[in-house]
């Protein structure tokens, strides 16, 4: 992209040794201006040179007064801007330093010679993760935060965020582009969501999609570690771990319809039975001895009150 004064000229696509252009500037300085950039590929050196050129003749203006850019006292008609990209060649290896400066010549006037410009090749993708997320919540609408690193100064530009709920296997966009490190989720009771989350640096290394999730919450009513107990109820289920029955025993004062839902870790649905209980004493068997070894969740629930439960299968 060149800049001469206030005008802005739009990047070209260049892949020679040689680029020759006119720049229409007239309309601030009276003169067309002549651009031409050289590339020398062996000594590395990029070489512009701006020329004011007649608009009539398109001949070299000689006239000191009549030049391309005037004394910058009104910025930015004194300024000028050259910026470009280029592309790596075979073999650059990642963190590669590319050292670059410029020499400015105004005329016959001695160089003017910039510091010097460092650059770092970055060709690793960054790395994300969604934080861990409590295993139940009450709330339907909950924070999921997240978090990425680069390996150098490129750093992290923006994150990509997917979820799905409970059998869904196909995964969601949420947040797309994203420099939030975090945001409120909105979900539904007696679901379960799963998140993960993908990172793009700052010069389009973008992290491998996941195979599988980062975090997970079940959205539920009541919470529950081991056991559950109200006015009405009492619920408790063992042994955890099991070799594969698990017994529910408890107490209602009332009698309810007892549900149990048994879901693996991606919320698939592998068990369900209900039965009516009468007041008094309960005590249920459930054979999980048909599933592999592993983590599982059993749902309980009777009438408004539910019993969530981690259950841990273990070979026999």
Same mark, same amino acid.
């Given at each position: 992209?060149?800049?001469?004064?206030?005008?802005?000229?739009?990047?070209?696509?260049?892949?020679?040794?040689?680029?020759?252009?006119?720049?229409?500037?007239?309309?601030?300085?009276?003169?067309?201006?002549?651009?031409?950039?050289?590339?020398?590929?062996?000594?590395?050196?990029?070489?512009?040179?701006?020329?004011?050129?007649?608009?009539?003749?398109?001949?070299?203006?000689?006239?000191?007064?009549?030049?391309?850019?005037?004394?910058?006292?009104?910025?930015?008609?004194?300024?000028?801007?050259?910026?470009?990209?280029?592309?790596?060649?075979?073999?650059?290896?990642?963190?590669?330093?590319?050292?670059?400066?410029?020499?400015?010549?105004?005329?016959?006037?001695?160089?003017?010679?910039?510091?010097?410009?460092?650059?770092?090749?970055?060709?690793?993708?960054?790395? %994300?993760?969604?934080?861990? #997320? =409590?295993? /139940?919540?009450?709330? *339907? &609408?909950?924070? +999921? @935060?997240?978090? $990425?690193?680069?390996?150098?100064?490129?750093?992290?530009?923006?994150?990509?965020?997917?979820?799905?709920?409970?059998?869904?296997?196909?995964?969601?966009?949420?947040?797309?582009?994203?420099?939030?490190?975090?945001?409120?989720?909105?979900?539904?009771?007696?679901?379960?969501?799963?998140?993960?989350?993908?990172?793009?640096?700052?010069?389009?290394?973008?992290?491998?999609?996941?195979?599988?999730?980062?975090?997970?919450?079940?959205?539920?009513?009541?919470?529950?570690?081991?056991?559950?107990? %109200?006015?009405?109820?009492? #619920? =408790?289920? /063992?042994?955890?771990? *099991? &070799?594969?029955? +698990? @017994?529910?025993? $408890?107490?209602?004062?009332?009698?309810?319809?007892?549900?149990?839902?048994?879901?693996?870790?991606?919320?698939?649905?592998?068990?369900?039975?209900?039965?009516?209980?009468?007041?008094?004493?309960?005590?249920?068997?459930?054979?999980?001895?048909?599933?592999?070894?592993?983590?599982?969740?059993?749902?309980?629930?009777?009438?408004?009150?539910?019993?969530?439960?981690?259950?841990?299968?273990?070979?026999?």
């Amino acid at each position: 992209m060149v800049a001469v004064g206030p005008s802005f000229f739009d990047p070209v696509e260049w892949n020679g040794s040689n680029w020759n252009d006119t720049l229409d500037t007239r309309s601030w300085n009276g003169v067309l201006t002549a651009l031409e950039v050289n590339l020398d590929t062996v000594t590395r050196e990029l070489t512009l040179t701006l020329q004011a050129l007649d608009t009539l003749t398109a001949i070299p203006v000689d006239d000191v007064f009549s030049g391309i850019l005037p004394p910058d006292t009104v910025p930015p008609m004194g300024s000028g801007i050259f910026s470009y990209d280029i592309g790596l060649n075979s073999g650059v290896v990642h963190a590669t330093e590319v050292l670059n400066y410029a020499s400015i010549i105004f005329g016959l006037n001695e160089p003017i010679v910039t510091p010097y410009w460092l650059n770092t090749v970055d060709l690793m993708a960054p790395s %994300s993760a969604i934080s861990p #997320l =409590s295993e /139940f919540t009450t709330d *339907t &609408t909950f924070s +999921v @935060t997240w978090s $990425g690193t680069d390996s150098i100064q490129s750093g992290v530009r923006y994150f990509d965020t997917y979820y799905a709920v409970n059998q869904d296997t196909l995964f969601q966009s949420w947040l797309s582009a994203t420099s939030d490190t975090s945001a409120l989720f909105a979900g539904e009771v007696d679901s379960t969501y799963y998140f993960y989350s993908v990172a793009v640096d700052s010069v389009g290394n973008r992290e491998e999609e996941a195979l599988h999730f980062d975090a997970f919450t079940t959205v539920t009513i009541q919470t529950a570690v081991g056991s559950f107990a %109200s006015e009405n109820l009492s #619920l =408790s289920l /063992f042994p955890n771990p *099991t &070799t594969g029955i +698990v @017994t529910l025993r $408890g107490r209602t004062e009332n009698g309810c319809t007892l549900g149990v839902t048994i879901r693996n870790a991606v919320g698939q649905l592998l068990e369900q039975r209900s039965f009516r209980t009468g007041r008094g004493a309960i005590s249920e068997t459930i054979d999980l001895s048909r599933l592999a070894p592993g983590t599982y969740f059993a749902t309980i629930t009777c009438d408004g009150s539910q019993l969530l439960q981690r259950v841990i299968r273990i070979a026999e």
